[in-house]
């Protein structure tokens, strides 16, 4: 690398730090929250390993519980391996351009992935699906690089890491599985099977038997975790109707259809759709990687099942898509590098700015990833000084649980959700001298992914006898704190 690729790389990855921490997301009222929980269980010794697959996450769940060992319980304890997973990424975009294309198509990918608004958005949250999406296209990189070795030694190094990578991905969340179509893909469409593959999937069993033992030694169950996904999912889905992808035919195609419009997307797709077009067109031998990397995972999405048993579609979730966001980078970088006078001239300074000016406006226009605790946090303060019970719903006592660094003892939930079905934890109706925090936005939203839950009548029409300590206004969801006498 020469000191003019390393400045531009670096300003970069300077100009990426800089655009995650202004639009800093932090801890939010999703699953996020719930994984701050179960680490700072694993963090304190006391960790039940909940059938969930948020419960079973460890790849996530170990490194975070050692974060909040070494930092306690905060946003930065909470999102810097994230944030630096997206950093990484961003360097590793650069490294594949340039050993697979050049510099400049290396450059241009990391300039791409340092904007596209779904990873400044998921940089600085507690969710697997970036640094899970890194660490499977680290393995991607390392298969491709042993390909290009001739040297035995190297070539199954190389092939091992790719294994460890893609088993690590796998250990933060287990749709990275979903890497084997691309393997797959690979060999048949090259019509190749080497031996040495076989040091891929070596790599991955080793990280799969570590997993596996811990959950043996911890719960009795050698797979666990395959048994808690394949149980809890489908109950779920059967609750709550939690697809999001309309009636059949039409949602199979929802994920294409979220492409154009999420704004966790921008407008991004379009110029990749184009440049998948163009990458044919010219029959660019050295996009095909990537272009099965890109198609593979993808049709599994559109069109797979997460159960083995039944037929259970993906739910319709932008961030699920972070499987193909690499090879995405790539091949629009590939595009816009082109030695044509028109793309050179005209299409590459004119996308990169449309792209750079409207990614900034979709990361702003995300907001809710940035203030779906706010209400919590203006109500922190005048909670820390009570010292009688306060009650809320099971998301907002998370989040004020994980506020208050989980050591708040006064705070309980008057319902929670299992499989599904709300489960009352206390009658609001007959509670005294106690405290009840009501976010009607927290509320709101966590009524998206589980419409059918009934919460306590007192939420919509409080007790007359209940007084109003504190409230927060907003547009979205007034939230009051009340006093039961």
Known sequence: MNKKTFFWLAAIVLFAIALRLIFFGGIGASDDVLYTSYASQLSKGDFSFPATHHGTRLGLLYPESFMYYLFGINDFSSTILVFAASIAGI???????????NE????????????????VVFATKLMPDLPS?????LGVFFFLLAEKYEAKLKSRLNFIFSGLSIGIAYLIRESAILILLF??????????????YFFVLFGFVVAFFIESYIFLMHTGDFLYRFHSLISYYPIVVEADEFFGRGSFPFSLLHFPYIMFTSVQFGIFFPFILIAIAYSFKIKNKKAYPFLIWFFAPLLYLMLGTVSVSEYLPFAAIPRYLMLITYPSMILLAAFLADKNELVRKVLLPSVLLILLTTSIGFVYLDK???????????????????????????RSTIVLEYL????????????????????????????????VFIDKKMIKNLLIPHPSIEFPKEIYSPPKNWIAVKEIKNSEGNAVLYYAP
């Open 91 to 101: 360097i590793l975009a650069f490294y594949f351009g340039r050993e697979f294309f």
């Open 104 to 119: 400049k198509i290396g450059l241009i990918s990391a300039f791409l992935l340092s904007i596209f608004p779904l990873d």
């Open 133 to 137: 999406a890194f660490f499977l296209s």
């Open 183 to 196: 393997f797959l893909a690979y060999a048949l469409l090259y019509r190749k099977f080497k031996i040495s």
């Open 368 to 394: 809710e990833s940035r203030h779906s605790i706010d209400n919590a946090k203006a109500v922190k303060d005048y909670i820390s000084s009570l010292d009688k019970p306060v009650y809320a719903d099971y």
């Open 404 to 435: 208050f660094g989980y050591s708040n003892p006064n705070i309980s939930s008057f319902m929670h959700v299992d499989n599904g079905a709300a489960i009352n934890d206390a009658d609001l109706g007959s509670i005294r001298d106690s405290y």
